[in-house]
């Protein structure tokens, strides 16, 4: 898929799952993304740049411990996911978070202007991550630091079948890369690759637990990254597709829910002064 039909595909895609994602997905990936945060060791009075925010999952709390002192630019390249992000911050009384529309590949941001570039879970989507990761390098201040998080293998994601099952239906190369970054020591290298020193790695699994088979349905199909797919099929496609994606986690299930495994990757590094 040439990249800039690979963008398009998410920015839409992204804007049609931003109404389902909290849904899906808050609760499953907040322990992964608390383990972020802390290795991101994120200071009051602290500039942050969260790249590919969403709804705003980790932008609040950095917002929090930053504090007024500090500030928050949040980007996204989906206008749904940024207006669900403000009308976050906004009802909790948020002041010092900018949400911007922006390509990660291409910031629209000052040189060396930021104290922390963060990327939860958002590398795995793009055309060209490396670009990405040489863009945080170049907006964050010279001993600044970056952190990014991305799943890790496929053969220990649990989900990892929905991808397949979505493929077999309609033609989406949604995600053709998606879990190459999250593979041996890819994030390594790309990250050294972009000029950061004094890399540190963490890959950990972590289980997400579903309550039920339409919180499942609902994280995997309308919630994340194969929306704008899934809007393609009719009714009888989605219900063999559900049917399908349920059959492939029910090693998982505890009779009530589902506790799925997920790999993930912790990639951290820090710009020579």
């Known amino acids: 898929m040439k990249p800039e039909l690979q963008r398009r595909v998410q920015r839409y895609g992204w804007d049609y799952s931003s109404p389902h994602y909290d849904t899906g997905w808050q609760h499953q990936l907040w322990p992964a993304q608390k383990r972020l945060l802390k290795k991101s060791n994120i200071q009051k009075g602290e500039k942050v740049l969260d790249i590919s925010c969403g709804t705003g999952l980790i932008t609040l709390p950095i917002a929090k ?120 020591k890819t994030l390594q290298k790309t990250f050294a690759k972009a000029g950061f020193k004094d890399i540190n790695v963490w890959r950990f699994d972590m289980a997400l637990h579903f309550d039920s088979d339409e919180q499942a349905i609902i994280a995997a199909f309308q919630g994340g990254a194969v929306a704008l797919a899934y809007r393609k099929f009719d009714q009888h496609t989605k219900e063999e597709a559900h049917a399908e994606y349920i059959e492939s986690i029910q090693p998982y299930s505890d009779g009530a829910g589902y506790d799925i495994p997920g790999e993930f990757v912790i990639v951290s590094g820090i710009k020579s002064r």
């Not at 989507?125 to 040489?134: E, R, T, W």
């Not at 390098?137 to 990014?148: I, N, Q, S």
């Open 65 to 184: 411990t930053v504090g007024e002192e500090g500030e928050m630019v949040a980007i996204d390249l989906s206008e749904g996911m940024l207006e669900k992000a403000a009308e976050e911050a906004k009802k909790n009384g948020f002041s010092n978070i900018s949400f911007k529309h922006m390509d990660a590949e291409d910031l629209d941001l000052s040189d060396d202007s930021f104290d922390i570039a963060i990327n939860s879970l958002g590398l795995m989507y793009y055309p060209n991550p490396d670009q990405a990761i040489q863009e945080m390098y170049r907006v964050v201040k010279p001993g600044g630091r970056a952190t990014a998080l991305v799943w890790g293998r496929r053969n220990a994601c649990g989900w990892a079948e929905l991808f397949p099952i979505i493929d077999r239906r309609v033609e989406s190369d949604v995600c053709p890369l998606f879990f190459q970054l999250g593979t041996d």
